[in-house]
Every structure is written in structure tokens, then in C-alpha cells.
């Protein structure tokens, strides 16, 4: 398994293990969880996804049940926070709403730490932009959970351009990844200017549902599972490999984040990497996702 250099004592592995319905399994028990996670590690997939809010703010303490000082050596936790819903601990807050003040990252952080017994988490994200954000009290908080050692790095999820200069303008730490929603079927971040402006800074995109939410299974886009699934069979993987693949052929260091809860499926993750994508593929792909060729 590849990897992707985060910061200069930081990588992920090429491919991501997406937790957000770890808790959502019939079958929560600490040793089903630790089949996923080391069905992961048999592929060299050592990074994984986690945020506060996955599983009603109860997918961390799930994870965290299978945590020893043996697993957490071999694996990098990448988890967020802002995000405030009527649920689990917030089941008192009126309405779902955002929090990057410091008290609250300050405080999910310790949070966080306590659910998934650690003590640091790789990667910090905020999960979505705050239009309520102070962008010197929300930058200070993040360059201050580093300072304390609690978290290694840290990052956004779903930010534009403009949210991620506001923030980082008021940050001593480099900003040093943006987890956004790209797919096959979401393809308008490459030519939005989404991708455009984190390849020009160099910096690694993780992207989340990059099956597109299982989009890609619906009758209407038979034609381009049908042109997966022909690629695949040239490699030995099936259409999602593909699928996926096409994100790491792009040059602008594509991190997929993958979640399933079952072990076939998770035991298939790494097979996106047995598949390589020219140029022209990459383009029959895309054309056969927008609908029409490319003008």
C-alpha cells in the first residue's frame, strides 16, 4: 500500500477505513471490530476515519473498545468535530448546529481522546464550515490542542477556498488536509476549483464517499458500472475498485476515505490499488460519468 506524506513525521496509507457506521453494525462486540480493523491492517491500510458525531457520538467508544497500546502504534486516527446534534451527548441542544469556538474543540478533544482511550490523535479536523466562526479564537484553539501534544496535525472537512484562507490566516500550524465529498459521480470538485486550489498548495485531499453514497448502484448509471466492471475484469476487481482507482490516478494525491461494515467487502478495499488508469481511460470514465464527451 502507498502512502501519502501529511507532514514531515506524518503519512496515511493510500486508502482509508471510513468508520461513520462502525456503531451502525448489528454487531458491535469488541472482536467483530477488531476483525475489520486488522482485515485493514493485512492490506496495509493503517489509517482511519472517525469524527465525534459518527453513530449518534458513539462510534468513537466503539472503536476505542478494541484500543491497546500494541494496535495504536501500527495506526493513524484521523477524527472531527464542530458539528453539534441533538443526539448522544448533545441530547439536551435544541437544534443541530456548529461550534469551533475553543471551549468546544478544546473540549471534544479530550472527548475524543477519552472514547477511543489514546492519548493523541493524528489528525484534527473541523467537520464543517461555521458561518458563526471566529476565525483568530477557532485558529488559536487548534494551534493550541498541538502545542498540548493532544493532536499531531490538523485539518478541514467540506471547506471552500475561502473558509480555508480565513482560517488559516489566523494559525501558526499548516492546515494539512481538506476531507471533501469526491466521486465518479461527484466529479464537479475538478473543475470547481476544489481540487485545483489544494493540488496548486500541495496539499493531500481526503475524500469522502467515493462510492458516492452507494449512487453508483442505481439503475440509471448501468452504462458506467458496465464500463467499470469491463475495466475490472482486465485487473481481476470488481466496478467499485475502479471506481475508486480513477480518484488515485488523478495527480492531486487523492486519499479515499471507504467505509463498509462488512468483512468481504473491507478485505476488497485494497484492490483499487492492483488497478492502473491511463490518461484515456481516465477520460473514457469521466465522459461516460458527465453523460456526453468532454467539449
Request: hydrophobic share 45%.
Amino acid at each position: 500500500m502507498d502512502r501519502i506524506q501529511i507532514t514531515d513525521d506524518l503519512s496515511f496509507s493510500r486508502l482509508v477505513y471510513g468508520m461513520w457506521r462502525l456503531s451502525d453494525d448489528a454487531n458491535t462486540s469488541p472482536k467483530h471490530v477488531r476483525a475489520k480493523v486488522d482485515a485493514c491492517l493485512d492490506q496495509g491500510i493503517t489509517t482511519f476515519d472517525q469524527a465525534d458525531i459518527y453513530g449518534g457520538y458513539e462510534a468513537e467508544e466503539v472503536f476505542g473498545a478494541v484500543m491497546t497500546p500494541e494496535l495504536r502504534c501500527k495506526i493513524e486516527i484521523v477524527t472531527k468535530c464542530d458539528i453539534v446534534a441533538p443526539a448522544g451527548r448533545y441530547a439536551d441542544a435544541r437544534i443541530k448546529y456548529y461550534d469551533t469556538s475553543r471551549a468546544h474543540i478544546l473540549a471534544s478533544v479530550d472527548h475524543s481522546l477519552r472514547l477511543m482511550k489514546t492519548d493523541y490523535i493524528d489528525t484534527l479536523l473541523i467537520h464543517r464550515p461555521d458561518p458563526m466562526m471566529d476565525h483568530h479564537e477557532t485558529g488559536a484553539a487548534l494551534d493550541e490542542v498541538i502545542a498540548s501534544g493532544k493532536v499531531r496535525s490538523v485539518g478541514v472537512s467540506n471547506f471552500k477556498r475561502h473558509d480555508w484562507t480565513l482560517l488559516q490566516s489566523a494559525m501558526k500550524a499548516p492546515l494539512v488536509t481538506n476531507q471533501i465529498e469526491i466521486s465518479v459521480l461527484h466529479h464537479v470538485p475538478f473543475t470547481n476549483g476544489d481540487v485545483a486550489y489544494l493540488q496548486e498548495a500541495g496539499v493531500p485531499i481526503m475524500a469522502w464517499s467515493p462510492l458516492a453514497g452507494g449512487a453508483l448502484f442505481e439503475a440509471k448509471n448501468a452504462g458506467l458500472r458496465d464500463l467499470l466492471s469491463k475495466i475490472g475484469a482486465e485487473f481481476g476487481v470488481d466496478d467499485t475498485a475502479v471506481a475508486v482507482a480513477w480518484l488515485l490516478a488523478h495527480p492531486a494525491k487523492i486519499i479515499p476515505v471507504l467505509g463498509t461494515n462488512t468483512l468481504e467487502r473491507i478485505a476488497k478495499i485494497g484492490d483499487a490499488a492492483k488497478v492502473t488508469i491511463d490518461r484515456q481511460t481516465w477520460f473514457e470514465i469521466y465522459t461516460a460519468a458527465l453523460g456526453h464527451e468532454v467539449p
